[in-house]
Nanobody, 116 residues
Framework: QVQLEESGGGLVQPGGSLRLSCAAD????????VAWYRQAPGRQRELVVD????????HYADSVKGRFTISRYSAANTVYLQMDTLKPEDTAVYYC?????????WGQGTQVIVSS
C-alpha cells in the first residue's frame, strides 16, 4: 500500500521557522494534488495548503498566508512545507495528503509545538 511519511516537526519558539517534509514510496507526487493539513488537540483537522503541479494551483488558508510555503523537489519525490514566523496557534500535528480522483493517501503526522 501507499505510505506517506512526514518529518521535520519539533519544538520552536514563536517567530521561529521549521520545514516539514513529506515523502512517498509508491506514488509520484507530480501526478497528485498534494496538501498539508493540521489538527490541534480537541479541534477538527483543517486544511493548511493544497496544490497541484499539473494545474499550477495553490491555495493557502488565511491563517498561514504569507508565512507558509509549499514546494516540491521532484527529483527526490518530496513535498515540503516551509513554516516561517511561527505562532503558538500553529501548534498541531501536521499531516501530508496526496489525492488523485477518488484515491487519497495520508501520513501519520508530525508534531509541531510553538512555545516559549
Amino acid at each position: 500500500q501507499v505510505q506517506l511519511e512526514e518529518s521535520g516537526g519539533g519544538l520552536v519558539q514563536p517567530g521561529g521557522s521549521l520545514r516539514l517534509s513529506c515523502a512517498a514510496d509508491k506514488i509520484n507526487f507530480d501526478m497528485y494534488r498534494v496538501a498539508w493539513y493540521r489538527q490541534a488537540p480537541g479541534r477538527q483537522r483543517e486544511l493548511v495548503v493544497d496544490s497541484s503541479s499539473k494545474e499550477g494551483a495553490t491555495h493557502y488558508a488565511d491563517s498561514v498566508k504569507g508565512r507558509f510555503t509549499i514546494s516540491r523537489y521532484s527529483a527526490a519525490n518530496t513535498v515540503y512545507l516551509q513554516m516561517d514566523t511561527l505562532k503558538p496557534e500553529d501548534t498541531a500535528v501536521y499531516y501530508c495528503n496526496a489525492q488523485w480522483g477518488v484515491t487519497s493517501f495520508w501520513g501519520q503526522g508530525t508534531q509541531v509545538i510553538v512555545s516559549s
